[in-house]
């Protein structure tokens, strides 16, 4: 097996096309064509792309060298992952029923302490396991930006927005309406459009 049916067995694996691929990688349709085919062959920096996006070695795609399959290790970066997304949540939802309760400022600073901790346990995952760590860190960014963003946003909003009704905006967990239903509407525009674009981009970088 040479280094073009390498190519062409670890994008059939992944299920992409040529297309799919060139995109990836940032070169023509063609150019991956030729190297399925061996007419020609990538050179150091998309070999190191292609071993990146494939989560492969370079030594794999060039010499065939199968990878040294790593021992198996209880501390995973998805559990870590999952672990800090759910203290995330639980931060998100004590913060926001505390608030709906008491009405409290301090809400906001519970549920942003717990999301402290939460990312904390994401990022040990980082450090620990290298194995899953980009798996992890996409699925985690993807997931949390939705719950992270929402405190620290909403926040700004209702102190904005109390502002420019000339009073003094409540610190809140979520945006309250204020002085203006459009101002609220667009802040839920805002907010979800940046969510939805963070998503493309971790999605696009396979």
């Given at each position: ?29 063609q150019a991956v064509s ?138 809140a967990p979520v945006p309250c309406l204020g002085n ?27």
């Open positions: 097996m040479n280094i073009g049916d390498r190519i062409h067995s670890l994008r059939k694996s992944k299920g992409i096309s040529q297309e799919e691929l060139a995109d990836k990688i940032g070169v023509s349709r030729k190297w399925e085919s061996e007419q020609n062959t990538p050179d150091i920096e998309k070999v190191i792309l292609l071993s990146d996006y494939f989560e492969t070695t370079t030594d794999y795609l060039l010499k065939g060298t199968e990878p040294v399959k790593e021992t198996g290790s209880k501390w995973s970066a998805m559990l870590f992952s999952a672990a800090g997304t759910i203290l995330n949540a639980i931060g998100l939802v004590a913060s926001i029923a505390i608030w709906i309760e008491w009405q409290m400022s301090y809400a906001a600073g519970i549920g942003l302490i717990i999301m402290l901790l939460g990312t904390g346990v994401f990022l040990t995952g980082q450090i620990i396991d290298s194995r899953d760590k980009i798996k992890a860190k996409k699925k985690f960014v993807s997931l949390n930006v939705w719950i992270l963003l929402l405190i620290p946003s909403a926040c700004c909003f209702n102190i904005l927005d109390g502002l420019l009704g000339g009073f003094s905006g409540s610190i203006s239903f459009l101002t609220y509407i667009l802040y839920w525009a805002v907010y979800i459009g940046a969510c939805i674009t963070v998503d493309i981009v971790m999605a696009r970088r396979g």
